[in-house]
């Protein structure tokens, strides 16, 4: 399916932006340069217009969602916007009872974990979601003609929308909340492989509505998150959660756009914590960009990929709160091993920690932009 032709790929404002031509395996004469969690968290202004609004009402409210989402891209002049919310906004949409507590994240009303439990889960058609994710398309839509008018930013700065990858959302159904090492959903995967699959099958559509949603209604690039897939092992991965996750990107495989007679496909990112041993699997599923958690030295994981993937990442978050020239010595060791991919997006290794001073990302940004 052909992308509408003002979307901001189709109508050529953002197919040769720094991301999007890094994505494409392109090195652009400057290294684009963004930060997972990027939006929210640290930024003093985020807190001002957060102030008693829940979590998920924010992502829900299209005129907020947008405006925290522009928020960091005035401030530090990154490369990219990403989109305010969170991945288990779809399944808030769809019916599940969820809501994010402060400091510990998605708690559900309800655990899932028999196969009954399983059942009813599934009974919630995904298909609600054609008409619950409006406000979502209008954040995104409002969102694209901000990111339009950024001073400073060359010509428009692309949106990254995103999604949680299903074994990452069914850690959270199956454990009912955050936990360390994700056994019971772990553990249902053999106890039970016909109900988890299942549960992999409808988390996959539910996901992956959310993610073409976004990608539809102005996003530029799209990125798969399997936070907690670095619990599992490679045959588990492989065996019981690839195909989900490869499921998820069909779900925007075939949005295309012409430009000048060629047809290009919308660029997708897979990122994990801790899949060091995943990396090849999770490229293999679908995605152009593999993101690599801070683990993995990215020559080592240009390595693993047969040296022609592009790599996102990998700034250690923990040394952001090192003095200025361990993190310079640090960020600079990350591009000179990023030199190693055919092309390179700066980012961290996971997601900017709610402490981290604001002035020291802007500070990354520069030091990126200037090598
Ligand atoms: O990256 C961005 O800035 C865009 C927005 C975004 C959020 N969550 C906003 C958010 C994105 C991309 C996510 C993805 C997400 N959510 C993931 C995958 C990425 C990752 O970090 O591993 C996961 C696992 C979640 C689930 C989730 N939501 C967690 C673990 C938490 C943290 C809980 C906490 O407070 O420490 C959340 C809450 C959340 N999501 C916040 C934000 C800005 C904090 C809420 C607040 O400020 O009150």
Redesign the pocket.
Known sequence: MHLDSRHPLAAGLTHDSRLIRAYRGDRPDVTPVWF??????SLPEYREL?VGTA?LDACLNPEMASEITLQPVRRHGVDAA???????VPLKLVGVGVE?V?????VMDAAVRTSDEIDALVALDPAQLDTALEPVIEAVRLTVEGLQGIPGAPGATPLVG?A?APF?LAAYLVEGG?SKDHIRARALMHSDPVAWSRLMAWCAEVTGRFLRAQVLAGASAAQL?D??AGSLSLEDYTEHVAPASARVLEHVHDLEYELDGVTHSVPVVHFG?GTGELLTTMHEVGADTVGVDYRTPLDVASERLGGDVPLQGNIDPAQLFAPWDVLEEHVNDVMRRGDSAPAHVVNLG??VP?ETDPDVLSRIVQLVHSR
Not at 36 to 41: E, L, N, T, V
Not at 82 to 88: A, E, R
Not at 102 to 106: L, Q, T
Request: no cysteine; charged share 15%.
């Open positions: 997972m969690r990027q939006a929210g968290r957060r979590m990403v989109f305010f919310s969170d991945i288990v994010i402060p400091g510990r994240g998605p995103f949680g990452t955050p998150f936070s907690w914590v996971h997601g709610p």
